[in-house]
């Protein structure tokens, strides 16, 4: 039992045991949506949409597609979001046409070291 616990030791010492949050976690789930006041979109009667990583302790890098009024624009944008950082702003709730903006996560992956 002694020499059983020392391998288990020796392995995940030497970096050969994976932590389990490494398989477990699904890098988009940590990617939030919210909202701010940002003084532009307010002067338009709109709030500004912001994007921030939610992981304690992991960078998650996002790719970020836009859509406006319902329809995607094929505008795309890619962000690394790390851990305990501010938000950061995508654009205005509505565009100056008034129709509704919104960045859906098309892929999110952890950043390693």
């Known amino acids: ?8 030791l020796l392995t995940a010492t030497l970096g ?18 919210g909202e701010d006041f940002g003084a532009t979109c307010v002067t338009r009667n709109t709030v500004t949409v912001t994007v921030k990583s939610t992981h304690p302790s992991r960078t998650v ?6 859509s406006v009024g319902g329809v995607p624009t094929g505008d795309r944008s890619k962000s690394d979001l ?5 938000p950061e702003d995508l654009g205005c709730k509505q565009s100056l ?6 960045w859906n996560v ?7 070291g």
Request: neutral net charge.
């Open 1 to 8: 039992m002694i020499r059983l616990r020392g391998a288990i």
């Open 82 to 86: 790390k851990p305990n950082a501010e």
């Open 97 to 102: 046409e008034g129709a509704e903006q919104r």
């Open 61 to 66: 890098r996002v790719w970020l597609e836009r």
């Open 106 to 112: 098309q892929r999110a992956a952890f950043l390693e």
């Open 16 to 33: 050969l045991a994976s932590p389990t949050w490494a398989t477990d976690e699904d890098p988009a789930s940590f990617v939030k949506f």
